[in-house]
């Protein structure tokens, strides 16, 4: 198989840990005889340093002539400061509205091996198996108005929570997709009892269920929703909601595990050019030390080969990789006991090996 | 001392949970020598149950007669098909914005005798003490438009997240003078990465800040706020934020310390009529069976004598039964080993005799 691949490391450590995923990409398409095509762009700080814009013409042109994205991160401390126009976000964000990337999947599952590093007790994580599928181009993230305004005439500011029923309605298809695959339960996020939006959803919502009748549909308030993620993470098969909802309790089911470094994401368009990035951000403190975790972006290339190019051999093949790599004790500085620690390069050639 | 309080138990255990509190009231006034007179008002399911209004004028009219007000909790599947505004929650809402209740309290602090009740590993939750003060009659609960419309031809729907200047800063302002007489911290929560209302927040932020030199402010985006309120809830002091941020981040910082059933919140007018209420619903699948935990209504209760009447010995006074009564091993069902529970009335009692 033959496909290109374009790879935007950003900033801080998505440098470091797209490099090592690099290495392992190479290694499968040795194994498995395909041709993959790194093509790289410029994204973040970064491209705001090089081209003064976080997302450049000649970025989103390699995107678009490219099968598949691999992200590595992007922001830090420089560009805090700077106008909104010149900020990494702005690439980030851009990206996903210029792609149509409507529809980020956030696995979060438990590694046996990393039990431990929950800040959750053993018995609430242990067996943790769901997806959040948040929607990723709508919502207070676009809506205009987004401005300071005179209002009965006192200073005020505006953001506008927007939605439009089909892009309500696509996400929700794509949880039951998923849903459908899975353990059939749906758990739709909102916020029914104050915004007009979340009525809307949960309609819907409901519109949806009715053509999957083999999944189960669940109404849950954001609050509550909230709530069972830290109470009982467990009774989760499917999360769906909307963006700034869905930007909230994926991080915040990020922590479930424990392991932040190694959870992967998938950012999905409707034209079949998908993005997949590390959870993580760009981590500037411990940028270029070699010390990052690589195995959230390396996961997320197995999401690739699997979502993009149908490669499940070629995904199951790294994903036990890293599970043997972790199995054998390996741990970058993240996870590892003090003055354990394996490098980001280390960890990468020992997964490599695993292959 | 003479005080008036109105009492509004609305639907599920509040009722249960208010006439306990209210027994500790009594026994506080006859033992300091206070007379509090006890209003009783509707509200919620069982105001649209006998008044076909989730908010009669009555209930507002014994409400701005009183000097605080201490509510017990609303909502119910009886009525989560009605149309919006016969909906118990447009009870509370309405509430809060007639008699301006802009700012909610929300300590969270462990209780050293429910350590083992959290989710959470003991080392994360042992020794957590902090405020949420979150903005409560402004933002995405009240801006308007809040409606479906036709956008570009399409089907589409809107909820306005809209802030006053005025409104920002004052919730501020509650943040730091509470911060000032606690451990001089402020955590900011805002989105500012995305909201032009979050930029706006920042600046005033930094505005009040200027006013309060002795107390240090820290800014946080709402995604990392929801995963360092797992990660290292014990760096929080106090927590400001807009009143959806609020709403989630509060509900998932009620799961730190394990015990849903032992938290108060205060809701602040700047007229000085003060609201208080139990942190948890209306748990209508327990209501009326006396199992229900009235720890948090009574605390409520507590805050109300420090907040509202300046009973600082008082409030103290039933903070210390309560202590005691849980060191002896006391516990509702919600805490509880199996067959080890005691019921609502009983703790009350307890609690009463150790006063
Ligand atoms: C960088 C930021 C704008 C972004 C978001 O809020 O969507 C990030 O938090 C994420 O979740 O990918
Ligand atoms: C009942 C509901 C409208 C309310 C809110 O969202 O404010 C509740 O969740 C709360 O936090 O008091």
Redesign the interface.
């Known amino acids: 198989m033959k496909k290109t691949i374009a790879l935007l490391p950003g900033d801080g450590i998505g440098k470091e840990v797209v490099d090592v995923t690099v290495d392992i990409l190479k290694a499968i398409a040795e194994h498995f005889h395909h041709q993959f095509q790194f093509n790289y762009g410029l994204i973040g700080g970064d491209a705001i340093d090089q081209k003064g814009n976080p997302l450049p013409e000649e970025t989103i042109a390699i995107c678009k002539d490219s099968d598949a994205i691999i992200l590595g991160a992007v922001g830090g401390p420089k560009w805090d400061q700077n106008p909104?126009e010149l900020?990494p976000?702005r690439g980030l964000?851009g990206l996903r509205k210029e792609l149509d990337l409507f529809a980020n999947l956030r696995p979060i599952k438990t590694f046996e091996s990393l039990l431990d590093s929950s800040?959750?007790?053993k018995e609430?994580v242990d067996g943790v198996d769901f997806v959040i599928v948040r929607e990723l181009t709508g919502g207070?993230?676009f809506?205009k108005p987004?401005?300071?305004i005179v209002?009965?005439g006192?200073?005020?500011?505006?953001?506008?929570?927007?939605?439009?029923?089909?892009e309500i309605e696509r996400i929700l298809v794509s949880a039951f997709e998923i849903a459908s695959k899975r353990r059939k339960h749906v758990t739709s996020v909102d916020?029914a009892?104050?915004?007009?939006?979340s009525?809307?959803w949960r309609e819907v919502a409901e519109e949806v269920a009715a053509r999957y009748p083999d999944v189960t549909l669940e109404h849950m308030l954001?609050?509550?929703a909230?709530?069972q993620?830290?109470?009982s993470p467990k009774q989760f098969d499917v999360i769906v909601t909307e963006n700034?909802?869905g930007?909230?309790?994926?991080?915040?089911a990020?922590?479930?595990t424990g392991s932040?470094g190694m959870l992967s994401s998938a950012s999905l368009s409707s034209s079949g050019l998908h993005l997949f990035e590390p959870v993580h951000g760009s981590a500037p403190d411990i940028a270029g030390k070699n010390i990052a975790n690589p195995i959230a972006t390396i996961l997320s290339a197995a999401m690739m080969l699997r979502q993009s190019f149908g490669l499940e051999e070629e995904a199951k093949a790294i994903e036990k990789a890293v599970d043997n790599v972790l199995n054998a004790g390996n741990r970058t500085a993240d996870l590892a006991e003090d003055g354990k620690a394996v490098s980001t390069k280390q960890i990468g050639e020992e997964i490599k090996n695993a292959l």
């Open positions: 909104m900020r976000e964000l800040p959750l007790k609430y207070l993230y809506g987004s401005e300071r209002h009965e006192d200073d005020a500011v505006v953001d506008t929570l927007l939605y439009k029923r089909y916020k009892n104050v915004l007009e939006s009525r809307v954001v609050d509550n909230a709530m993620l830290i109470r700034m909802f930007d909230i309790l994926s991080d915040e990020s922590m479930i932040l």
